[in-house]
């Protein structure tokens, strides 16, 4: 069976690895997270971000709730199409979530539905690039602007995708990534903080290293280090910003394969659009990173069958997420509108394998069985 999902390894994660054992610094924030860090930096430039590593997406977001100061009583706004961190985080510190619809020709946050959603009380606004393509983030940029709205990006699919030529994450006030296993750059778990805004450098530091000023303490800013604010250990060991380096090394040869991938999906089920299908939407202004292709059926009949055929086939295809306003966390304390996009979503998503170790002849096979169930 071809998986939806191979994870890639570059070769070096074990030199790295065993580099931080021969050296003893095993902890957090020590040379390899420093070199992995930079490599981050590099890949986010022209802008200024500071970056720093965390243990996973979801402590990022996390610490961007934190960041903002986010309480009972404001509101923050999130695509009810996502995976549950992208509003947990906010949930976690007493915000009232309020649900945004998804576009209808792609699962993206829809700017008509957040504008309908804003009132003084919104705080932020998180859209997901999902699949690693960006969200309309001109028309949320300007809801930011004309109402002190902060925007932060969850950018856990879309390491080097672009808008209009810019790093996705370094668009927002803050951004973040997301190292699992299931994106294209993983070192198991891990994750990454953007920080686009000077003034939360000090704090972000701060709440990752247990709320104390330790970081400052060995920059020798100040001459004994403790408890200075809220925060958790948001920081990952030195083996994993190993394993992560080892990757990032490699992460032109992985977007490039994912790339090849996705275009030639792209290319050979084009046909599909006129037969009601609806394929992930490309443009110039909005460069994606092959993170998944997927392909939205006309109804849940049609994507169950159309999981049978492909299983048939040796091939799996996946759904992804369930509308979070309707989950068995949630749907007791909904009161807001029908996201009736979000739930096409939910019943008719289903994606294609994508990932870097997939051969040539495996691609062609997967397209002749999608052809195949379609007649064609
Ligand atoms: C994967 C993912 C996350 C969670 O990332 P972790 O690193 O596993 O915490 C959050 N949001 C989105 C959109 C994701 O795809």
């Given at each position: 069976m071809i998986p939806l999902n191979k994870p890639f390894i570059s070769g070096n994660e074990n030199?790295?690895?065993?580099?931080?054992?021969?050296?003893?610094?095993?902890?957090?924030?020590?040379?390899?997270?420093?070199?992995?860090?930079?490599?981050?930096?590099?890949?986010?430039?022209?802008?200024?971000?500071?970056?720093?590593?965390?243990?996973?997406?979801t402590d990022a977001l996390e610490m961007c709730a934190l960041l903002l100061d986010i309480k009972e009583g404001d509101e923050v706004i999130v695509p009810s199409y996502t995976f549950v961190s992208t509003a947990l985080a906010f949930e976690m510190r007493g915000a009232k979530l309020v649900f945004a619809d998804s576009k209808k020709d792609s699962p993206h946050i829809d700017p008509e539905s957040v504008k309908q959603l804003i009132t003084p009380r919104t705080k932020a606004i998180v859209p997901v690039h999902y699949a690693g393509i960006a969200c309309d983030l001109m028309e949320l940029g300007i809801f930011s602007l004309n109402n002190n709205i902060e925007i932060i990006e969850d950018n856990a699919q879309g390491i080097t995708s672009k808008f209009h030529d810019l790093p996705l994450g370094t668009l927002g006030t803050l951004g973040t990534l997301s190292f699992h296993e299931s994106k294209n750059i993983n070192c198991g778990e891990g994750g990454a903080l953007l920080i686009n805004s000077p003034r939360f450098y000090n704090r972000a530091e701060v709440l990752r290293e247990k709320g104390t000023n330790r970081s400052s303490f060995f920059r020798g800013e100040v001459n004994k280090y403790g408890w200075a604010d809220l925060g958790s250990s948001y920081l990952p060991s030195d083996?994993?910003?190993?394993?992560?380096?080892?990757?990032?090394?490699?992460?032109?040869?992985?977007?490039?394969?994912?790339m090849q991938i996705?275009?030639?999906?792209?290319?050979?089920?084009?046909?599909?659009?006129?037969?009601?299908?609806?394929?992930?939407?490309?443009?110039?202004e909005k460069r994606g990173n092959g993170h998944i292709f997927y392909l939205v059926m006309e109804s849940l009949e049609q994507r169950n069958a159309f999981h049978k055929h492909m299983e048939k086939c040796d091939v799996k295809c996946v759904f992804h997420y369930l509308s979070l306003h309707k989950s068995s966390y949630y749907i007791n304390k909904y009161s807001g509108p029908e996201l009736p996009n979000s739930d096409r979503y939910t019943d008719c998503l289903t994606r294609l394998p994508i990932y870097p170790d997939l051969s040539p002849q495996e691609v062609k096979h997967i397209i002749k069985s999608v052809k195949e169930f379609f007649g064609a």
């Open positions: 030199k790295y690895i065993a580099e931080a054992i021969r050296t003893r610094k095993l902890s957090g924030d020590g040379p390899l997270t420093k070199q992995a860090t930079d490599k981050l930096l590099e890949l986010h430039q022209p802008s200024t971000t500071k970056i720093l590593l965390t243990t996973s997406c083996i994993l910003a190993g394993f992560l380096l080892a990757q990032l090394e490699s992460i032109d040869i992985v977007q490039k394969r994912r996705f275009n030639q999906y792209r290319n050979e089920l084009d046909f599909l659009i006129d037969k009601g299908i609806q394929l992930p939407v490309i443009s110039k």
